[in-house]
């Protein structure tokens, strides 16, 4: 594969997921995993020092849906929305086993009241699959630098 195309492909994933997240679309987010996919939220020290200590630990799209019902349903926090900027790809590593792909993000969180804020900067570390449907997760990493999250984690980043 032509390596734009791959770039384009890749871009492509990111800024779909961004814009469901951003849409409030929240059921859809789990088709961008494979079944035994990971979702992790995890503070840079915790990442860097490699203590398996993660902020939320997402292990397959049963749990991610289980999540999304949970937040649909039973959990109370304040209506808010978000917008990503995801910016600096770069693949790290490919094999038969994927695609390693690291990038930058920031989320901006815009509560009822209208008054917008950083709500968190880090790092995505993804793992990429080839599947039927196009490239999806296997694994995506959060690491956070924000060392304090303002409000209650409630919509995955």
């Known amino acids: 594969m032509d390596e734009r195309d791959l770039y384009f492909r890749i871009e492509r994933l990111f800024a779909n997921y961004c814009a469901t997240l951003d849409e409030g679309e929240l059921e859809a987010w789990p ?11 995890i ?29 649909r349903n039973a959990n109370i926090y304040q209506a808010h929305r978000y917008r990503h900027a995801q910016s ?8 038969g086993d994927g695609l390693r792909v690291s ?19 880090g790092s995505y570390y ?3 699959v080839e599947t ?8 995506r990493v959060c690491v956070y630098d924000t060392s ?10």
Do not use: C
């Not at 815009?110 to 968190?120: D, P």
């Open 103 to 121: 990038s930058s993000y920031i989320v901006v969180q815009t509560l009822n009241e209208g008054v917008s804020h950083i709500y968190q900067a």
């Open 148 to 157: 304090r999250i303002a409000t209650l984690l409630a919509t995955p980043v």
């Open 31 to 41: 088709e961008f995993f494979i079944e035994d996919g990971l979702y992790q939220m």
């Open 43 to 71: 503070a840079r020290e915790n990442h860097a020092y490699g203590y398996p200590i993660p902020l939320l630990l997402l292990d397959s799209q049963g749990m991610m849906k289980d999540r999304v019902y949970s937040l």
């Open 132 to 139: 039927p449907q196009g490239l999806r997760f296997k694994e």
């Open 126 to 128: 993804d793992w990429l």
């Open 88 to 95: 600096g790809i770069r693949i790290t590593a490919r094999g």
